[in-house]
């Protein structure tokens, strides 16, 4: 079992930057891929950006890409998601995901992954 908190949502101006935390605990070990997703109200919940773990390895939805960066800190079990240039379409549920895996960072759809932190609210005003 793996344990996810995220950290770091709040309300910001269009524009603004966010860093998203995610700490995980319990059964962790490298041989994870670290996903953040997001969902706004009435729509699905869409992929964002994920890690992997043991390699670095590093995907972005097309939306985010040149905006979003996320990173991990493997001492301490975190996982970041650093929001540039947030928008008004930006403002969502902001959910932190975890699957085994020793490959690269290849896993965008929600099914995909097995544990999942409680969300954080990230709110952008104009």
């Known amino acids: 079992q793996v344990q996810l908190v995220e950290s770091g949502g709040g309300l910001v101006q269009a524009g603004g930057s966010l860093r998203l935390s995610c700490a995980a605990s319990?059964?962790?070990?490298?041989?994870?891929?670290m996903g953040w997703f997001r969902q706004a109200p009435g729509k699905e919940r869409e992929f964002v950006a994920a890690i992997s773990w043991s390699t670095g390895d590093t995907n972005y939805a097309d939306s985010v890409k040149g905006r979003f960066t996320i990173s991990r800190d493997s001492g301490k079990n975190l996982v970041y998601l650093q929001m540039n240039s947030l928008n008004l379409e930006d403002t969502a549920i902001y959910y932190c995901a975890a699957r085994f895996s020793l490959g690269l960072a290849t896993y965008i759809a929600p099914d995909e992954y097995d544990y999942w932190g409680q969300g954080t609210q990230v709110t952008v005003s104009s």
């Open positions: 319990g059964h962790t070990s490298r041989s994870y891929n």
